[in-house]
């Protein structure tokens, strides 16, 4: 069974900072960039500490969720882990992905979103003259495969 991204997850562009991150020692709210990522996962060491220039975020990242990288040639998806407690966010060099259904987690989500037909595809898809970049239309849209709830596997 397949169903669109945007069915079984909430899709967000990352904080709009309107400058570069500033790094402050007591900032309240970790601020993570692309320097922090790589296809690994998020180096929590170096994700900044900072304040928020305007409005509060409607969301706060958290274990489980996942980055996309929406800028760049390299769009893949990293799954959060060790999250902190507190304020974290994510710049809007990515789409934030938060899973809203119990049919599917994290890991199995992000090896869906990494593979080679899906990588084409967000190639096929991107828009942009120079830093191309993928619509969240795009993402959202992208087609899931399901796992089956384990109730319909032991029924069986």
């Known amino acids: 069974m397949k169903q669109k991204l945007e069915d079984i997850a909430l899709v967000r562009s990352g904080y709009p900072f309107r400058k570069s991150v500033e790094a402050i020692d007591?900032?309240?709210?970790?601020?993570?960039?692309?320097?922090?990522?790589?296809k690994d996962g998020v180096d929590w060491n170096s994700v900044a500490h900072t304040e928020l220039p305007g409005g509060m975020p409607t969301y706060w990242l958290e274990s489980g969720?996942?980055?996309?990288?929406?800028?760049?040639?390299?769009?893949?998806?990293?799954?959060?882990?060790?999250?902190?407690?507190?304020?974290?966010?994510?710049?809007?060099?990515?789409?934030?992905?938060?899973?809203?259904?119990?049919?599917?987690?994290?890991?199995?989500l992000n090896i869906q979103l990494n593979t080679k037909p899906l990588q084409e595809y967000f190639t096929k898809h991107a828009k942009g003259a120079g830093k191309k970049h993928i619509p969240r239309d795009v993402l959202k849209s992208v087609e899931i495969v399901m796992m089956l709830p384990l109730n319909a596997l032991l029924a069986n």
């Open 65 to 108: 969720d996942m980055l996309f990288m929406s800028r760049g040639k390299n769009n893949y998806t990293v799954p959060l882990r060790n999250v902190a407690e507190g304020a974290t966010i994510c710049t809007s060099h990515f789409f934030y992905i938060k899973i809203e259904t119990e049919n599917i987690i994290s890991d199995f």
């Open 26 to 38: 007591n900032g309240w709210v970790r601020a993570i960039q692309i320097k922090d990522v790589s």
